[in-house]
């Protein structure tokens, strides 16, 4: 009633909206009728709507963002009221309350007259008089009724109200997948465009408190949700939903810590904790021997997420955990855990693991030490002792860091695992024993790091113990060969189960040949081949027994081959994977794309510059050059750290101008910044107050060529790379949370600035949080992803069926997950024809975040027969990829070649000259890619009756096709049909043109267009 919902109101709380139902206007009434045009329309719609807008048509430099929130087509719901709230003399006294008064409600209606309400058991009816500071008269007014409905009186006093809510009730309804909250907050880097509206919290004026009385036990709640049975898929599927509100809890309680509004509890201005709504939240300041706060904020992230992973593992415990970035501080929060508040004797009683545990035996010590052995079984943790600080040996199966407890609530708990995953030797100043050959010459390795905790990934892990299993089972065969081969032998089996890998043999030579293989990749047994690493390894403070000291060699000796084989072998690996383009999902269009396809390689973030450095050194340069956004990364990634430091020591009154003054100075090169002081002198003016203060702020000192130095240096990073300044500026706002107006920015100029303080909108928290995972939904998508990749269409669809199903049980459609596990059903049920099924999948999982869903979902509108709704999801995902990345991609080939299928006139020609020239600039004159192209080309120039062109791009093209698949082929037949058809088709037009004159018809050839999914 005080407002209806528009798209802007996502914008304006921080959300990413769904705009999937703006751009194809398809809305739904009330009563659940779909309004979507026939066919026939569409038809209509694509003549009379066929041309793009200019900005999106190939080398076009502008960049509007006001494009990106379209405007719907819906008219706008007038307000009912002008306000609505509770009066100030509620509640009810206790005489009014013996004769039935609930509560005092005062509305404004839009007419101006402002009417006090009561709330009684018969309804709502009109007090006898307007209410002042002064006086109040709760009894009703003589002509006014009591109405049962509160709205039905409204329309008894206000015309106006009567009017606005009859148009309430009929206007235009979201899908409710649009209507629906995301599990975890997706943030938007730009606001609504006017803030004139401006937001009332309805909640508050209603006498709803947002925080609850009682602070929740976070804990409690993760860990009841973790021990319910696990017996049947019911049981399992009740266990999984969890740790959503934990997040949103965590977001408030940063804004309210970071904000000033909660008090420490420990008195440690360096080091302050804080306590609120069930919450623990500190800075985690590491010691000095690390350096890194930041970095073992993050590490304990993974690690509890590790552990958390850990199938089986239901009697060890971790604590809800979350990392959040505000206003450049990072604050790790934890749900409290239960009995750690006792004294000091309970504490140690209760601390039955560590290097200062003691070594008091109890069956509670014993049962912790089991769950810890299977945990380190799973994250491949070598079992090893330590000395500790009073001298005695310590039997460990963590980092030295972990604690482990029993709580009060008689629940197993292992803390402090920031250390679980071992040392990245390239960073640790170690002696050069096992290094390969020339390695530390030619790389620059080992060298020093800005802290000391930097771990090896657990995707990098497993594939090198991938990499020496197979090293390992080549030894074997080399060896058994040597000795007679294996026919000699009785039998040989292999069985892997966690990180182990038994070779099961028949004689005394088969075994010695698998204990040499063990003894040369690094094996930890001589029996069986099997890895595992020892995390305190390099680790600042950490003495081993003398009787370990093989132990430690050998653990030396792996993880400095692990570190080499990123640079030996993934990074390789991951060059290569771009540059073939297996996959588009691993394909980088922006900083997120890339960590993840970084990361999918076991590649730390702290390795971009070599990942630059071996794309500078490879012959294929040219071709991935999209890859150098990991130098806009590099560039982001270091500004970020600069302007955690410079908005710490930023007044709150004075945050939107020290942002926008630091966003003037990144973007523009030559940039000074006017005296702020004259500013506010001007404000000081205009309000009628006195000039205040002349000395300038420390944060207004900053000019463009000194934050240019702290990042690169005098070069400008972006005209010497090319990159584009509105992704940089994206890249910026999703990493510090920052929130632009939505309007168009002019980035160009290099002296004037771009922006002003009233475009900063806000600054919302960036959580980093745990990922529960739904098991039993999992296990299903990965069955149907190895059915995929053995061809089995019908198997993997029913697979998938079940697991969207697991996932609709769990949680709802707008999961990550759960879109994802929609769209490769979708995908599926195209490959296998059924095109409506597919649409219907594709509607309950199109909310991906990704480009490409919008590339698929006009693949499958096209297939369905609308022609223009897929055209715009293709000019959508064209606007998205040309703001995120820019036009220099090899993705942006895909998106031209469809939409000159899908267009007609001039527009489809540039479109497909464009695809063309893109392929062939990334994939070279013979690849798939610009085959298919050059073909399309030959298509739409017959069409025309350019037959000259269209000869010359079929030849091209049949040249790929002859290349690459040879004469038999039937895409190599296919062409060459083409070519003869048109070349005698020419050679008929051309005779006819001389028989008759220019003024004779020419005859064209009939192509039929259709979408090519590459």
Known sequence: LLRTSAPQDTLREGRSPSILDTITQNTTLQNGKNLKRSLSNTKTEVTNQDNSPEYLLPGSHERPLMALLPNSSQPETPSCVRD?????????????????????????????????????????????????????????????????????????????????????????????????????????????PCSSRVHKNTFSRLGVDEQPAQAPDWNEELQAARDLPQGSLEERLQRDKVNSAFVRAVTQGAENVIDGFVEPVNGNPEDPAFLWGGLFMSQGAASDVFGGERAAQRLELKGVQAYSDIEGSQGLHTLPTAVVDYRGVRLSAQGLAPGIEGSEQDQEAGLLYGVNAGPQESPQRRCLLEHLAQAAKALSIQRHVVVSPKGNVVPLFTSIDAQGLVGADRRFYVLDVFRSFPADANFYEVKATFWPDNYCSDTGFPKSFPHGLCRLRPELLQAFIQHKHNHFSQIVREKLDENGGFEDNIFCLEIKAYNFFFLMVGDSRSTSAVREACKEVGSISLIIFEMRFNPNIYSPGVKFPRTENESTNLQRRLLQEAAAFIITHQIPAFVSLILNRHNDVLCPVDGASLKKALHHKGINLRYLGHVVKAINQSEDKERLRHILVSIGEIFMR??????????????????????????????????????????????????????????????????????WNMVTGPNHLVEQYGLQKLSLLREFCLKTGIQLRLKDYFLDNQNKAPLNPEDILNIFPVVKHLHMPIVDASKAFRTAQISLQKGLLDQAYEQ?????????????????????????????????????????????????????????????????????????????????????????HPYTAALDSCLGLVMTGSQSEQYLKNALKLNTSFFGATNLHTALSQHLLAQLMCSKGDYRSAMAHEKEALSAFNSMFGEDHAQTRCSTEFLSTITKQAVRVERSMRQAGPECIEQTVEVHFTIICN
């Open 84 to 192: 609505l709230s509770l009066s100030c003399w509620n509640p009810p006294p206790g005489h009014r309350k013996m004769q039935g008064d609930f509560l005092y409600i005062t509305v404004v209606t839009t007419e101006g007259r402002r009417c006090d309400i009561t709330s009684c058991p018969k309804g709502f009816f009109l007090n006898r008089y307007q209410s002042t500071e002064e006086v109040f008269d709760p009894r009703p007014a003589q002509s006014a009724p009591v109405s049962h409905c509160f709205t039905d009186l409204l329309c008894h006093l206000s015309p106006a109200f009567k009017q606005s809510f009859i148009l309430l009730k009929n206007k235009f309804h979201l899908p409710p997948l649009e209507a629906l909250p995301t599990p975890y907050h997706t943030l938007s880097w730009l606001g609504p």
């Open 638 to 707: 270091s500004t970020k750290r600069i302007f955690n430091n410079f908005v710490q020591g930023v007044d709150v009154s004075s945050l939107s101008a020290a942002v926008s003054h630091f966003l003037c100075c990144l973007l523009v090169p030559h940039y000074m910044p006017p005296s702020i002081a004259d500013d506010m002198k001007k404000k000081s003016r205009r309000r009628g107050r006195g000039a205040g203060p002349s000395e300038s702020t420390p944060w207004s000192t900053l000019t463009a060529a000194e934050l």
């Open 800 to 888: 998938l069926k079940e697991a969207t199903y697991l996932y609709g049980r769990v949680c709802d459609d707008l999961h990550p997950d759960a879109c994802y596990c929609h769209s490769v059903l979708a995908r599926v049920a195209f490959l296998k024809g059924m095109v409506k099924k597919c649409i219907h999948c594709y509607a309950a999982g199109s909310h991906y975040p990704a480009i490409c869903e919008y590339f698929y979902t006009s693949v499958y509108m096209h297939a369905g027969g609308e022609t223009a709704l897929a055209q715009k999801c293709l000019l959508r995902a064209r606007l998205l990829m040309l703001t995120v990345h820019g036009e220099d």
